[in-house]
């Protein structure tokens, strides 16, 4: 599996992701906002584009499916409810994406930024997730629109907690180093959150990092929940959050303070 990350210089910071078959040249286009980008790096490589996969509707990640499907007659992926217009292929949750001969990707349905959302979970020696706006690094989706917190929760704790430690993770959009801050906000003690914040602060999103799940543990906020520091914290702006509240309170006391923040 070839995976190319397209940084697309935006205002609001998208990544766009090409996924490709080594042996057939067969190739995935995921949220291609930038399609001109997108078509530009399929050609310089020999790829061709038959699918693209939308993982949730909203238009920072639609906007480029009719240039993309116009130019190459690729195929349209997205949530089974997804309101997306022209959807070829409705996908729900297990539904397995093959690129070529060599590549396949899971379908994980993942509701909170939207209740039809979904990443893409590659099945490969090293698992690779495509998570649109339900997990970024360090940080976590908003709710706002058509979206709910509580289902973002049950997305965390059931499905992305539960991956394997080693999982890369490929989100929509560059948000890490506002993350991180938030992070050392929460907890002004996570070390391993302050040194990365220190290397990354002029990081070059056309050659970004990845984080894995295992790294998301230590410098992402929204997976620390049982972490003291990050409970009395919030307790000093709400003192109704008890000192042993659930994991699922301080979720949402983490997102809704993020989402003024």
Known sequence: MIIEQIWTGNNWRNFNYLIACPETGEALAI?????EKCLHLAKSKGWEITQVL???????????NDAVINSTGAKLLAHASARINGVDVPLNAGAVIKVGKQVELEALDTPGHTMSHVCLLSRSD?????????LFNAGAGNCHNGGHPDELYMTFATQLARLPDNTLIYPGHDYIVNNLQFTLDREPGNAQA????GKLENQDPNSAMLTSIAMEKEINTFFRLSNPEVIARLRELDNSLAPDADEKSV????????NNW
């Not at 090293?126 to 339900?134: E, H, I, N, Q």
Request: with cysteine; aromatic share 6%; proline share 5%.
């Open 54 to 64: 939308n993982t949730h509707e909203h238009g920072d990640h639609t906007g480029g």
């Open 126 to 134: 090293t698992p690779a997730l495509f998570c649109g706006d339900t």
């Open 194 to 197: 302050k040194s990365l914040l």
């Open 31 to 35: 949220d291609p906002l930038d399609h």
């Open 251 to 258: 979720f949402l006391a983490l997102r809704k303070l993020r």
